[in-house]
């Protein structure tokens, strides 16, 4: 469902205040579930229900990235990437992809100038009927690197019932237990919403692995870097202006990025999306992005697409990051809910399926 009303613009904050509100926003771009909170279980349906009581329960819609639209096109690879990668993406030749640009959080009616943070979401549909899914954000780092810390900045930002926001002072406890949040941090503190999803650049975020036609392995990590450059900050009177954006940018034809692949070095971390790699590693031009239509979310072709970043194709495989289980865990979680509800909401139309999400 893709309502968009329109609302006057939050007062600006400053400071603190916005890394706080970045950081609450941000929980909601990844979620960690697993068995290392002993002894009680930190489960997906935990973490889905969190995201649930920041944002309220909208039936039908995605519990974190709510506020979306549907993008579709193809991506042109170049063949620079197959010395590292068997996979038929990365070969010559044109894939298909069907995307999903959004804002973080649980609520779909969120004003696009609540945060800075923009998210795109791909799936490449293979020739060999293999996929390759992966969910990226114009952060170019992730503000925690384990499940336990995660979790301990989900309580922390949970909102104050008397305020409406977090609470500033656990949120500065949480950040002096955790200087690995610095490099988020210092990102945050400078960062403001973009008027256009198009401008953006999107890192993959997480080191995943690239095995050739050898069997050898290389760890890499992605981002997709715009060929628009007319970069410019948001409107204070519009809550919508991200899809006006596109539509008018789409109107007078299609919108590319490249896609960068990093090769890392021995020793540098796989585990870790709040490190980044030094900037003289190897990087790949593997070819062109190319986005050509535009679609709503309620009846567009993302609609039941589950962005799950562990849905690969032969050639690429994923790291030693904890944080990739856990988004496939919760994802799933919030996938069902949503789906289930879809059915109960009135009006709600629904789409063609052409069967390739039967094992999502």
Not at 80 to 104: C, D, H, N, Q, W
Not at 134 to 150: E, W
Not at 168 to 185: C, I, N, Q, S, Y
Not at 263 to 275: I, Q, V
Request: glycine share 6%; net charge neutral; proline share 9%.
């Amino acid at each position: 469902m893709q309502d968009h009303p329109r609302s006057s613009r939050p007062s600006a904050d400053s400071g603190r205040w916005i890394i706080f509100s970045t950081i609450a926003a941000v929980v909601a771009a990844f979620a960690y579930v697993g068995g290392w909170l002993s002894p009680q279980r930190l489960t997906p349906e935990r973490i889905v229900n969190e995201f649930q009581l920041a944002a309220g329960v909208h039936p039908g819609y995605r519990r974190n990235h709510a506020k979306g639209v549907c993008v579709s096109g193809y991506f042109e690879g170049n063949g620079k990437a197959s010395t590292y990668s068997k996979a038929l993406v990365f070969a010559a030749g044109r894939t298909p992809v069907v995307g999903r640009f959004a804002i973080p959080g649980g609520n779909p009616y969120a004003p696009d100038s609540s945060v800075p943070i923009r998210s795109l979401a791909l799936r490449f549909n293979l020739a060999n009927g293999q996929q390759w899914r992966t969910g990226m954000n114009n952060m170019p780092v992730f503000p925690v690197a384990t499940p336990r810390a995660f979790h301990e900045q989900m309580v922390a930002s949970r909102k104050d019932p008397a305020t409406g926001k977090p609470d500033p002072a656990k949120l500065a406890a949480f950040f002096d237990a955790h200087p690995e949040t610095v490099a988020f941090r210092t990102w945050a503190e400078s960062a403001r919403p973009s008027a256009s999803f198009v401008t953006d650049s999107y890192y993959g975020l997480n080191a995943f692995y690239f095995i050739n036609a050898d069997g050898e392995h290389r760890a890499v990590r992605w981002r997709v870097a715009p060929e628009a450059t007319d970069a410019s900050i948001a409107p204070a009177d519009e809550a919508n202006y991200l899809i006006d954006d596109l539509q008018r940018r789409l109107m007078a034809g299609p919108v590319r990025w490249r896609l960068l692949v990093t090769l890392a070095d021995p020793g540098d971390p796989t585990n870790d999306a709040t490190r980044t790699w030094p900037v003289d590693r190897t990087t790949i031009d593997a070819g062109v992005l190319v986005l050509d239509r535009e679609q709503p979310q309620d009846s567009g072709p993302c609609r039941d697409v589950n962005y799950d970043p562990t849905v690969l194709p032969a050639g690429i495989a994923i790291s030693d990051d904890p944080l990739l289980p856990a988004r496939a865990a919760v994802y799933a979680d919030s996938h069902l809910r949503r789906t289930r509800e879809e059915a109960h909401v009135p009006g709600f139309s629904t789409p063609a399926h052409d069967g390739s999400e039967a094992a999502r």
